[in-house]
């Protein structure tokens, strides 16, 4: 870590799980596929508007976002992001075993504690190694463990480096879209995160009493939502 970096404050995270948001046209198919065949545990509905259902599912900790929306959404060749692969830890398979959902995004299961995955790991293709580690250090907050690999909070990130991924231009589309990070202060860590180099996705509102959201961009253009959940830390500012 350079010397320099040792006086950013680091992100004060509300709780220590990043969720994993995806969209799809599929609902019936994902629903069975998550739900029975990885088997997590449906939580919650959530309407959020422009005729799109959160259906929301307990993810080791995290929530599996699974955003259907009625509307056509552009294929993942035509609107790829960075986050390739979902691992996660499950106390149901000895080894390794990766799986594709009806859209085709990849999911790995993996013993809890293989390679340190307790809970889960997203694996994510960047352009330059570089910037994303000092992305992931200053902006995230997250601990490098190795050259490729990053700990926020529990959530492990796998980055590996492709000069041909695209940059990501659009929140819209088939796949895994966006990581969202619970915080204290959503005002704060936005506004920090922007003048540390983020790209600004939009800005901060309130979704009613539930939240105060925004979101920012990596270096790639990827979508990283920063969430202030009233359950999480009491009643929203006015």
């Excluded at 065949?37 to 919650?44: A, D, K, Y």
């Excluded at 996660?88 to 013993?111: A, H, M, S």
């Excluded at 700990?151 to 879209?177: H, K, M």
Aim: charged share 25%; net charge negative.
């Amino acid at each position: 870590m350079k010397r320099d970096e040792l006086a950013v404050p680091l992100m004060r995270l509300a709780k220590p799980y990043i969720d994993v948001g995806m969209q799809t046209n599929q609902r019936e198919r994902q629903c069975e596929f998550w739900g029975e065949t990885i088997g997590l545990t449906f939580e919650s509905l959530l309407k959020v508007g422009g005729g799109a259902h959160q259906l929301r599912h307990g993810l080791n900790g995290s929530v599996f976002k699974l955003n259907h929306l009625r509307q056509p959404l552009p294929s993942r060749r035509a609107a790829p992001t960075g986050y390739q692969g979902l691992i996660i830890g499950v106390d149901y398979v000895d080894e390794p075993t990766t799986l594709f959902d009806p859209d085709g995004n990849r999911v790995t299961l993996v013993p809890v504690g293989y390679d340190q995955i307790d809970q889960i790991a997203v694996e994510w293709v960047v352009t330059s190694l570089g910037a994303h580690q000092r992305f992931c250090r200053q902006v995230l907050g997250a601990e490098q463990v190795h050259e490729r690999c990053f700990v926020w909070g529990e959530t492990r990130l796998y980055l590996s480096e492709s000069a041909n991924q695209p940059n990501c231009d659009q929140l819209e589309g088939i796949g895994f879209r966006y990581l969202t990070v619970q915080v204290f202060d959503v005002d704060h860590e936005h506004h920090r995160a922007i003048e540390l180099g983020a790209i600004e996705g939009s800005a901060v509102r309130t979704l009613g009493e539930t939240a105060r959201i925004s979101f920012i961009r990596d270096p790639d253009g990827n979508w990283i939502e920063i969430s202030q959940r009233a359950s999480l830390t009491g009643p929203l500012p006015k």
